[in-house]
């Protein structure tokens, strides 16, 4: 028991100890941050006095900084306000109008400045050559493999064009009356007397248009044609008559009468059709009426216009009657036959078989108020 009561004093003597020095080194630990925190302060009250602007300076920055970044968002915001939401369309669509047509005008400046007089300008050619590619890929064709159309709604078209100019024909009478001035007001040699018209007949059917595809121009030029199959077999039929006047030895000794029908009855080919911009001549600037030399001329070119001509391997078959004399008559003469037949096709051949064509202008597409109709309704009681 004693052993114990000495034990548990000297450790309770212990723990005071302990306790005690604890107590101690937390009050100097207190001390020397105070000291420390004392020190601080000394240096920032040093440095502050050997500084003594920096802390506005800072400050007016920060709020100098703030006040410039609200006005510039609220100068973007306004400028984005007045030009994006409550501008005029008609002033952006007149400036992007302008823009275009500044642009259009520049482009043919440069086309029209140098043109070729002898040559054709090989910038031109590239651009004309991109142009047709462009076209073609756009548009999805491919000549060489891409299958033919039948145009059977261009038929349709084509057929009631036709009905209504024989209507109007039959019921005016005009295509007989144009006829029969032309050959009134016609020069002919002495020993033909008067022409009369005697039938005329435009027929009933319609030409049948088919197989058309588009093909590059065989001419080098790299123009893009559309080649289209025609075929029409119709009765189309312009009988005259007159006589051959016998002037020898005397004036009007005799005459022989002369009936003649000529009945266009099949023509079939293939028709190739193309559009291209003709060259119109005009004398060169800067050049001298009397001399041969300065007579060539600059081609320009004016508009756009289509081209037609028919392949040489066409068919072209007619049914010609003749009848001359009064009493003793002889009919359908082959000679006379062929000498008409052989003049119309030489006729025909002269003006619209390849490599001639036909060219016919085609006027501005553009809208004009003048242009403008509108559907008038029938008005029933």
Sequence with gaps: MVQNDIIESNLGSEDEHYAVSLQELSDRLRIQQEELFKQQRDLLSQEALRHPSTGSSNTFSFTQGLILGQLSVILVVSIFIKFFVFQDASNVSSTSSAKDATGVLVKRDKKNKTPGIESEDQDDIDLHARNI????????????????????????????????????????????????DFLTKSDFPDYLDTVKITEIDIGDDFPIFSNCRIKQSQDGSGRLEAKIDVDL??????????????????????????????????????????????????????????SKKTEKKAEIESGTAIRFSFSPDYRLEFNIKSLIGSRAKLQDVPKISSLIEARLKQWFVERSVEPRFQVIRIPSLWPRSKNTREAVADKTD
């Design 133 to 180: 590619a462009t076209i073609l890929e756009k548009t999805y064709y491919n000549v060489d493999n891409h299958a033919s159309e039948s145009l059977d709604w261009f038929n349709v078209l084509i057929a009631q064009t036709i009905s209504q100019l024989r209507t109007e024909a039959l019921i005016s009478d005009n295509i007989f009356h144009s006829l029969n």
């Design 233 to 290: 077999s119709d009765t189309i039929t312009l009988g005259i008559e007159t006589r051959l006047l016998i002037n020898h030895p005397r004036p009007m000794i005799a005459s022989l009468p002369i009936q003649l029908s000529v009945s266009l009855v099949r023509f079939s080919g293939c028709l190739a059709v193309s559009l291209f911009k003709p060259l119109v001549t005009s004398p060169l600037k800067g050049t001298s009426n009397g």
